[in-house]
């Protein structure tokens, strides 16, 4: 199937780690990918990760995957009230399509 | 490079009228992307060319949405007639084939009423 799967909502208070979960279904995927949406704005993409990888860290972002599992996350250390916004979890066999999930609606509190 | 250009950014409409929709991917990318959001089904991928033709458009929802992409530098979403059930952010995204990376436009937020 085509399925990513994430949960809705997440909140934190500032300065602490953030971890957005994704679950996809098509073992078959190459990529996967988060992109970022800020409000009014189209999405811009944050990392992404190989298939063929478990772990990727770019400063303030890990990325891990569990292949086995199908499950795929995203740590935001020390997060910031300017990290507010929808993050996207998408897949994509090769360089084709992206199919992204429901996004996940990360709230920032002070 | 202006990056992925969308219009228009906001269009209201009333049922039944037609609505097109426009996008103006990067230069040099060949493949273009049409997405649609909306709060409930989320990021629902429409149809996406390659080299100006249509790969994918198992996800256009009926015969009343076409698209099109008459050169590498142009293509249009048209909606005929339009339902209120249609209202939602219309993205447009392009990237090189071979590149993993996709870039959205601002998208165009559209309201039938």
């Known amino acids: 199937g085509e399925d990513v799967e994430q949960s809705l909502f997440l909140s934190v208070r500032e300065g602490d780690s953030s971890v957005i979960n994704c679950t996809y279904t098509?073992?078959?995927?190459?990529?996967l990918y988060w992109y970022k949406q800020e409000p009014g704005a189209g999405l811009q993409l944050l990392t992404y990760?190989?298939?063929?990888?478990d772990m990727k860290q770019d400063q303030r972002l890990t990325v891990l995957l569990n292949k086995k599992d199908k499950h795929l996350s995203l740590r935001i250390a020390d997060t910031q009230t300017g990290d507010s916004a929808i993050y996207f979890c998408?897949?994509?066999?090769?360089?084709?399509?992206?199919?992204f999930g429901t996004g996940t609606r990360l709230q920032v509190f002070p | 490079d202006a990056g992925v250009i969308q219009s228009p950014r906001h269009e209201v409409t009333e049922m039944g009228q037609e609505v097109t929709l426009r996008c103006k991917p990067i230069?040099?990318?060949?493949?273009l992307f049409w997405y649609r959001q909306t709060m409930m089904r989320g990021l629902e991928l429409l149809i996406y060319?390659?080299?100006?033709?249509?790969?994918?458009d198992s996800g256009m929802p009926e015969d009343r949405f076409s698209a099109k992409m008459p050169n590498a530098s142009f293509s249009t979403l048209k909606i005929q007639p339009s339902e209120p059930r249609d209202s939602a952010v219309y993205f447009c995204?392009?990237?090189?084939?071979?590149?993993?990376?996709?870039?959205f436009g601002q998208g165009t937020r559209l309201t039938v009423v």
């Open positions: 995204a392009s990237k090189r084939q071979e590149n993993t990376e996709a870039f």
């Open positions: 098509d073992s078959s995927s190459t990529y």
């Open positions: 990760i190989f298939s063929n990888m």
């Open positions: 998408a897949r994509a066999r090769d360089t084709d399509k992206l199919i």
């Open positions: 230069s040099g990318h060949n493949s």
């Open positions: 060319f390659n080299n100006n033709v249509p790969i994918d």
